[in-house]
C-alpha cells in the first residue's frame, strides 16, 4: 500500500533559521511527488512537483529535493509569513491518479 | 478569478439531515476529486470524476454520492448525516503536464461541516 511519512510533525523556527521537512514514502512507480502548502482555513496550495530522484526544484526560500525513497523541503531563513501546514503527497500509476497524503509539518517561524 | 469555488464555506446541521456540498471549477480541467480532511488533518481521496464518468471511489459509505454534471461541477451529496461525518471537505481539480502525464491537482477552498 502506498504510504507518506512526514517529519516532523511540529517544527518552530526562528526567523532567519534555516531548516528542512522530510517527507519519506513507499509507492510502487512513483509518477510524482507533490508539495503543497496550507494555511489555517484553506485549501491546500499547490508549490511543487517533483518527478524523479536527483530533481531539484525553487521557489523564493524552499528548495525541494527527491531521492528514490523520500524528499526534503528546505526552508532557506524563513520568515513569520511561512509559517503554516506543509504536505507532501505522492501519485501512483494505480489508483487513478490519486494523491496519497502525509499528515503534514506545522511549521511556525517567530520573528 | 477563483479557480476551483465550493458552496457553501460552512455546513452546521442535524444527525439524519441529507445535505449537498457543490464545486466548481473554471481551469478548464477534465478531472475532479473529493477529499476528506479529518480532525487531524490527514487529507484522504474519496472519489474521482474524469469527463463526468467516476474513475476513483475509495471505500466510502453508500450515504455519499458524487454527481458530476458537466467536466466544470463536481457535487457531493450527503445521506443521513452522522456525527462521524464532520470534517472539512475539499474538491479539487487536475490537469495533465508533460509527457510524464502527472497531474498537478488544484485545491478549493474547503466546506466546513458540522453534524450536531
Known amino acids: 500500500e502506498d504510504q507518506v511519512t512526514q517529519s516532523p510533525e511540529a517544527l518552530r523556527l526562528q526567523e532567519g533559521e534555516s531548516s528542512s521537512l522530510n517527507c519519506s514514502y513507499t509507492?510502487?512507480?512513483?509518477?510524482?511527488l507533490f508539495w503543497y502548502r496550507q494555511d489555517p482555513g484553506k485549501g491546500p496550495e499547490f508549490l511543487f512537483t517533483?518527478?524523479?530522484a536527483g530533481e531539484e526544484k525553487e521557489k523564493e526560500r524552499l528548495k525541494a529535493t527527491l531521492t528514490k525513497k523520500e524528499s526534503f523541503l528546505h526552508i532557506t531563513a524563513p520568515k513569520p509569513e511561512d509559517s503554516a501546514t506543509y504536505l507532501c503527497?505522492?501519485?501512483?500509476?494505480?489508483?487513478?491518479?490519486?494523491?496519497?497524503f502525509g499528515a503534514g509539518t506545522i511549521l511556525r517561524v517567530k520573528s | 478569478d477563483t479557480a476551483v469555488s465550493q458552496t457553501p464555506k460552512y455546513l452546521v446541521t442535524q444527525m439524519g439531515n441529507d445535505k449537498s456540498i457543490k464545486c466548481e471549477q473554471n481551469?478548464?480541467?477534465?478531472?475532479m476529486y473529493w477529499y476528506k480532511q479529518d480532525s487531524k488533518k490527514f487529507l484522504k481521496i474519496m472519489f474521482s470524476?474524469?469527463?463526468?464518468?467516476?474513475?476513483i471511489n475509495e471505500t466510502v459509505p453508500n450515504r455519499f454520492s458524487p454527481k458530476s454534471p458537466d467536466k466544470a461541477h463536481l457535487n457531493l451529496h450527503i445521506n443521513s448525516l452522522e456525527l462521524g461525518d464532520s470534517a472539512v471537505y475539499f474538491c479539487?481539480?487536475?490537469?495533465?503536464?508533460?509527457?510524464?502525464?502527472?497531474?498537478?491537482?488544484?485545491f478549493g477552498p474547503g466546506t466546513r461541516l458540522l453534524v450536531l
Open positions: 481551469l478548464g480541467h477534465d478531472t
Open positions: 470524476y474524469n469527463n463526468k464518468e467516476l474513475i
Open positions: 509507492v510502487s512507480g512513483l509518477r510524482g
Open positions: 517533483l518527478y524523479s
Open positions: 503527497a505522492v501519485q501512483a500509476p494505480l489508483g487513478g491518479n490519486k494523491l496519497v
Open positions: 479539487a481539480s487536475s490537469r495533465v503536464v508533460g509527457v510524464h502525464q502527472q497531474e498537478t491537482q488544484y
